[in-house]
């Protein structure tokens, strides 16, 4: 059997390595047109902290190991044309043009950070930075600025705005939202976090669109509605879209140009499966489908898809949009339903906000989490943290919880050791009513 896989990011390589896990004698081509193998989209921002000594170690595998698995890699390798009915692949390498035939397709290629709202978006001042040529550009181009503005207030905006004022770089965020990171937080649980970003110097225009971008002389110009804001450079932290156009009309798409699949990743064509930003997922307890690109679903989708290619056994579960990060002096995190998202539920919802000690000494940090979950049924349909201390971790079990149903009784006879330094006497992601040991949610 002979699979081609259309991109080697996380969701291709993911796939690669499952498909020879689970078929030793199979060919696999991975075709790839970067340059370089495995980077982290982030490298620019753990170069910023300091995480990294240069983008080069930005790398989550390498060609050799993918060569160990006899897994036939191909680097600067640009799809032009698939043609599904031959089973044919064209691309263009540095040798010129090539052709390949496969018995499997996987298409893995990922999203590219566009705007279809800003026109302008494109000038060379700016910044995107998701592929390894476009971060050491915007490395360089960065180190010359001292004025940045960040359009977008998600993870990667306030992410950015956080790293280029710590470095010393006057900032300004720019987010459409009456609050930041909308898409994953109430706006209550993120308001600590967004006095903190005001606190820093950071300038945070809310409620406010960017319509164009133009570049003049040495600075760029972000129009809003009545105002518009002068810097040396802009970072684009706007939504990511797939690029598909070498599919022509081949395949059904979703109107957002995603790839439409089944519950295993089949796609409208027999033999074609589709991963990772190239798709929507299932979504919330109603099981609609949402683009959600994230490296999390990218890995599983790819593993899923392997799983599937020649009998469908192993359906995809979807997605809890599960994120954590860190930013202005706080850990934030949040899996599944927000309380804003729940008014489109079809059954009833109740919330409820703790703040809770970490551990039980004097010292203790706390954490504030909250729980969002079916009324009458209490399963828990989402959740949130905010800490000044790492929970990032904790998350993981709260996620998994809404994974397999459990009802917030379920998350309280969950075994978990006790340790004074380490716990409190109710773990964390559990909801507290004791009087003395459960906090007012948003003391200080």
Known sequence: MRVAIIGASFAGVAAALEVRKKFKQAEIFLLEKQSKLGYIPNGLHLYLDKKIASLEEA?????????????????????????????????????????????????????????????????????????????????????????????????????????????????????????VLFKYFDKEMIEPLQAAVKKSGVTLHLNQTVSSVEETNEHVVAHLLNESIVSDTAILAVNVRPDLRFLGDQIKLHTDHTIKVDQYLRTSKKDVFAVGDCIQLQFGADKDTFYIPLINNA??????????????????????????????????????????????????????????????????????????????????????????????????TLALAIQTNQTLEDLMQKDFFFHPVYTNLIETTNLVTWPGVRCDAYED
């Open 59 to 179: 790398y989550f595998i390498t060609a050799e190991q993918l060569q160990k698995q006899r897994i036939q890699l191909h680097l600067s390798s640009e799809v032009e044309k698939v043609d599904i009915d031959q089973k044919q692949i064209s691309y263009r390498d540095p040798e010129g043009e090539e052709t390949i035939g496969y018995d499997k397709l996987i298409i893995a290629t990922g999203s590219s950070q566009l705007s279809q709202k800003i026109s302008g978006c494109d000038t060379t001042r700016v910044l995107k930075y998701k592929r390894f040529h476009e971060a050491e550009d915007a490395l360089e181009k960065l180190q010359g600025s001292q004025q940045v503005t960040v359009i977008g207030g998600g993870q990667i905006g306030v992410e950015a705005a956080d790293l280029l004022q710590k470095n010393g770089k006057q900032v300004t965020l720019i987010e459409n939202m009456d609050y």
């Open 299 to 396: 890995i599983r989708t790819g593993m899923v898809a392997a799983a599937n290619l020649v009998e469908p056994v192993l359906p995809f579960k979807g997605s809890l949009r599960t994120i954590g990060t860190s930013a202005f002096g706080y850990y934030i995190a949040s899996t599944g339903m927000t309380e804003e998202e729940s008014l489109f539920y079809t059954h009833p919802v109740s919330a409820v906000c703790q703040k809770v000690k970490l551990n039980s000494l004097p010292t203790a940090e706390t954490a504030t989490v909250k729980f969002i979950y079916d009324k009458e049924s209490r399963v828990l349909l989402g959740a949130q943290l905010l800490s000044k201390a790492n929970i990032l971790d904790k998350i993981n």
